[in-house]
């Protein structure tokens, strides 16, 4: 018997001006132009249970990167209808200082994150500026202090945490990277987060440069293909086509939040 399909959304909070070259390992592959990202937190809800993935950075990690957050995550969630100080569930796919911050808006979770991430962020490498470099302390000593107020569900690899949902280890951009899969309405949809920045990386194979092991990585994108439905059910990490792709939820909410468990366009 199939799950209970979830309702699964994407919320922007956050937008960054690169040049495309950046985005990729091999830079002699890329033409020149932008190649912009965007910031998101995602969120699968059904009627019994609501999962967030992923938590954004906040103003003062913003200031210190020389970020400009659009709105805060706990504002885009309130527009498609999550309390975040309701939430009892939190997966954070990794540590990087993208994906993890602002705890104090989500008072009542629990944060679902791989063993080998916060060995990876607490451990040898540390030591390695290069290394340091996508994590912010200060959010990964807060991860540490939410284990010990036995707020912290630690996963070794892949799992199912509910029926429809399911987390995927697959390293490469971070040590313990881990993508979420999703049962919707259209079949299994699969939330690459940083397992797969742009669509490009999927398309071409020449992946994302903030990376400790490049073969974990390029696995990590046939392990994306091989459980989601078909390629249009990966849904990459940090792409701006996802806003123009996927219909938002309302007139209201263009811009801010859009639907994944509805086919995107030409899909």
């Not at 190649?35 to 609501?50: I, N, Y």
């Not at 669509?199 to 459980?227: A, S």
């Not at 990966?234 to 996927?246: C, E, F, K, N, T």
Request: proline share 7%; hydrophobic share 40%; glycine share 10%.
């Amino acid at each position: 018997m199939a799950p209970t399909p979830y309702e699964l959304f994407a919320v922007k909070y956050a937008h960054h001006e690169r040049p495309a070259a950046d985005n990729f390992v091999f830079r002699d592959d890329v033409h020149d132009g932008p190649g912009p990202l965007d910031f998101f937190v995602w969120v699968a809800r059904s009627a019994e249970r609501t999962f967030v993935i992923d938590t954004g950075f906040s103003a003062a990690t913003a200031a210190r990167r020389g970020r400009a957050i659009i709105r805060n995550p706990k504002e885009g969630l309130a527009a498609i209808g999550i309390d975040a100080g309701q939430v009892e569930d939190v997966i954070v796919t990794h540590l990087h200082y993208d994906h993890v911050g602002n705890f104090e808006i989500f008072p009542r979770a629990t944060f679902h994150l791989q063993d080998r991430e916060m060995a990876y962020a607490t451990g040898r490498y540390m030591s390695h500026p290069r290394l340091q470099m996508p994590f912010d302390v200060e959010n990964v000593t807060g991860m540490v202090r939410e284990v010990y107020r036995g707020r912290v569900a630690f996963h070794d690899g892949d799992e199912e945490i509910a029926p429809g949902i399911s987390l995927h280890l697959v390293g490469g951009h971070s040590h313990g990277l881990q993508f979420v899969r999703v049962w919707t309405q259209r079949g299994w949809v699969v939330v690459a987060s940083d397992a797969a920045h742009f669509y490009g990386h999927l398309e071409t194979g020449n992946p994302f440069p903030i990376v400790l092991h490049v073969g974990e990585m390029l696995e990590g994108h046939r392990k994306c293909r091989r459980l989601a439905e078909s390629a249009q059910h990966i849904v990459p990490g940090h792409d701006p086509l996802v806003m123009q792709r996927y219909p938002a939820p309302s007139p209201a909410l263009e811009g801010i939040a859009v639907r994944l468990d509805t086919a995107p366009a030409g899909g």
